[in-house]
């Protein structure tokens, strides 16, 4: 399959003067990004106006400036937007996601904190996560890292252990059918291993990288930029549907100012039952009265890690958004 056969609305506009060309953005650094169009070619890109608001995974239209430049002048319309946020500005990460792949550690030392946040935007936006943890041949800390992911587990989320470097034959065979025809993304702190996982899944990915680093100026953007890579055709595309892996920059914080009340109470899948069991319609589970939630604490159904969680979360939907 040819890549111009994976674009959106891949070629030229339909409009009598529309000179514009669908395009994929594979790469974002603050206002600069990285265009593929439809037949592979990159082109470094800006877009229309003061206003940043495209990611890495949106299907653009792109009209040319010069040989090697465009212009974003749209964004298609997006399966979602996988975001963090603080009290005064929203960090974009990608769209069009499938999968959210949180990479953890046994050594260094993971945050539960980091890892809860990713699941709870995840559930937000109805995708699917998947929690890896690497570096299982290093076992001084194995058994405490698998004690603090049982919680996830019993919630039913998926959790994948790996040795890259160990075994790579092994890691590689059990990451193939979890990424083959599905777009994801690959989330973490710094040290967790995130480079060594991509090595592995796409040969050549060094040279890839310099060559993006290239277009968003001469590399200076290496180490902070977010990018998106095709995976091998020869077992990532599932009935024409390619494999995507975006990688982003490590960072140890993931603010979630965005999401409401309502989003966060429902983004905490052993809440949802006990919804329905709250004496009050506006309760917010923290101390009220005939509380279902804060019953089933009590009950010892509900961790009181994750309801820390959540308080700490709706703390902070509360406080005032000024962007």
């Given amino acids: 399959m040819t890549r111009s056969a994976r674009h959106h609305n891949a070629g030229k506009g339909t409009g009598k003067n529309d000179s514009s060309e669908s395009a994929l953005i594979v790469a974002a650094h603050g206002r600069h ?5 439809a037949d592979g070619t990159h082109l470094h ?4 106006g003061k ?10 239209r792109v009209e040319l400036a010069s040989v090697d430049q465009g212009v974003i002048t749209a964004i298609d319309p ?12 929203s960090k974009l ?12 550690a046994t050594e260094p030392s993971f945050s539960e904190d980091l890892l809860g946040r990713a699941l709870v935007s995840a559930e937000a936006l109805e995708i699917r996560p998947l929690v890896i943890l690497n570096k299982t041949d290093l076992t001084a800390r194995l058994d405490d890292a698998r004690r603090r992911l049982k919680l996830y587990e019993d ?5 994948l252990e790996l040795s890259v470097h160990g075994r790579p034959d092994e890691a590689l065979a059990a990451l193939k059918p ?7 993304i690959m989330i973490g702190q710094s040290g967790m291993g995130k480079s060594s996982l991509l090595n592995l899944l796409i040969p050549g990915v060094e040279a890839q990288t310099r060559e993006i680093s290239a277009k968003l100026d001469s590399g200076k953007h290496t180490t902070t930029f977010t990018r998106l890579y095709h995976l091998p055709e020869e077992w990532a595309v599932i009935d024409g549907r390619p494999g995507y892996l975006i990688d982003s920059p490590g960072f140890q914080e993931f603010g979630l100012h965005h999401l409401s009340e309502g989003m966060l ?12 069991e709250c004496r009050f319609y506006n309760c917010h589970h923290i101390n009220e009265p005939g509380c279902g939630v804060l019953q089933a604490i009590d009950d010892g159904a509900i961790s009181t890690r994750r309801h820390q969680l959540y308080t700490q979360l709706l703390h902070e939907s509360r406080q005032q958004k000024p962007w």
Avoid: C, M, W
């Fill in 155 to 159: 919630l039913g989320y998926e959790t």
């Fill in 178 to 184: 979890r990424t083959a025809g599905v777009s994801s």
């Fill in 45 to 48: 890109a800006f877009p229309r």
């Fill in 93 to 104: 990460l990608a769209a069009n996601i499938d999968q959210v792949i949180i990479v953890l």
């Fill in 78 to 89: 997006r399966k979602n937007l996988l975001h963090r946020s603080d009290q005064f500005k």
């Fill in 51 to 60: 206003k940043s608001d495209a990611a890495v995974g949106d299907h653009v």
């Fill in 33 to 37: 990004y990285v265009v593929e169009r």
């Fill in 265 to 276: 109470e429902r983004a905490f899948p052993e809440f949802r039952p006990r919804l329905t």
